[in-house]
């Protein structure tokens, strides 16, 4: 673990925003030592973002900061796990101080919010890139998995869909009018940390997504053995991505498009009055958008109760996405 | 974490070379779940190779993937701790189902030799790069640190330095003649595991050599508030690294080329004796080269007993190197 070491982020890696009293040692050594909490199992998660593959050139420095981080925490928040530190890795083509500054800053943000220190990494000359690990703290058998999801149990995402994908290509078409609101769904997801930890013990399976809803949802039906039935006309949307839909004719957006970074979860019936208990207490919204069924495969309806085929997922790896 | 959820690096992530029975849950969902025994404290530490940068184009795909497990295992052992999990970040431009089998296999064969399971990670399309967490067991309070050098205390390296600088620069000379026993100094370094966790209890301080020895010893130090005097005519050297160095001039190899990953460490006079008790056991060899000084500063004295001055070591942020 060399990040620190050298000049350039010493001080983000050697005064994090946030001091943790289970962390024995922090930066600056060839490791961090931990202390995990008996009766806690530990949870990880590593993500990277890679310029111009998950961020545009030129995309604001403090929100981008903001986003590695978010994207990690919510993978914790899809298993019902409390954010506790986290490793950072830093690719930087060269120094910019000011743009190194808000990004720390951005960084520093959402990990002051969710108590989460920063224990290590590393920095490095070369095309720009961030992979970070995130490390949680869950109560053994309380995880949120993908595989728990059974026939009858109802289907529910949290927030809206489709935001993301909606600013993206406004932005990839060169459009400058795209509003803030919509641009901060893709640029500073907000991780569903609190949601997470509230459906521990009510769900009965859990995902985020990153990849859009098609893509997750399978993962979660292929984990449990089971199909789903999702109703189009119940995605919550935010007006604007509703406005972008109607304008290019698009129905898939709130479908195939990533980057959401809400989490999509399963309830059984026996379940459902305790997921009402929760609502008021939860930091964001939850719809109800179908159900899981014992017929393999995923289908989608709109109100008037015709199927509709959806594409693909993203995939890093397709030829072209 | 998204690694393996598509096709390419599916069965290197869901179907590790090493299962262990503390992984409640591998790769595949949105978190591993790791269970951390009883009173030991978590190791974490984090490290990137990036190409170009950490590693020649055309480096042997069985010896990368090994050296990126390598070297983090490198900085479990400079702790003390024993290793357990890792978590990898592939980044490539591309697929080639033979380089990445190669790969696989060299990453596999040292995973195996140290029982580290791999639990998740992430791969991306974009200039290769790995980024790679260790995560190690060691019991509270016998970590090796870099702060517990002392006055008074010998100064000890593992192994031979010197020989990854050899080969490095006899590859960026374009020397095809470089001996595949120097080139696997620079390409396949053996991590000291074993003798690392044999130092809990008997060394002071201990960091690994990634940097070369005039820096990472300031960096333990600094850590430690003290100096040291480093006798030249006993640093380990093999054969060819000693040609090399005759043949260039060049006494500063061993002080300042990097990648060596080798334990550097300090062992109070008190403790000598527990050393001389494990050192049949140790799985390499270990020479005195100095020791810890009250004056800061670092001296490096000849045979003749005059200082010499090195240069500096290895910076990845350094305008040129």
Redesign the interface.
Known sequence: ???G????IDNFFASPAVTRADV??GC?????????P?GR????????L?????FLPGTDPWRLGWKVLAVNLS??A??G?EPA?A???V?LPG?DESWLGAFMEGFSTLARQHAVQL?????????M?F?L?A??L?E?GR?L???GARPGDALYVTGTLGGAGAALRQLLAGDEEVSDSLRRRLEQPEPRVGTGRSLAGIASA???L??GLAGDLQ?VLD?SGCGAMVELDRLPLMQETRAFMQRYDDWQLPITAGDDYELLFTVPPSREEALRAVLPALDCEVTRIGRIESDPGLRFVDETGIMRRPGHAW???ADED
């Open positions: 673990m060399t990040g070491e050298f000049s350039l024995s040692l600056g050594d060839d490791c961090a030592l931990l202390d995990i008996p199992q530990l949870a990880v998660t590593m993500d990277s890679v310029a111009g593959r998950h993978d914790l899809a298993m796990a530190w490793t950072l890795a690719t120094i224990v290590g990494g590393d920095t490095t000359r070369g095309p890139a992979t690990q490390h949680g869950v053994p995880a998995l993908r595989s859990c995902i985020d990153s990849d993962h984990a995939d890093h790896f």
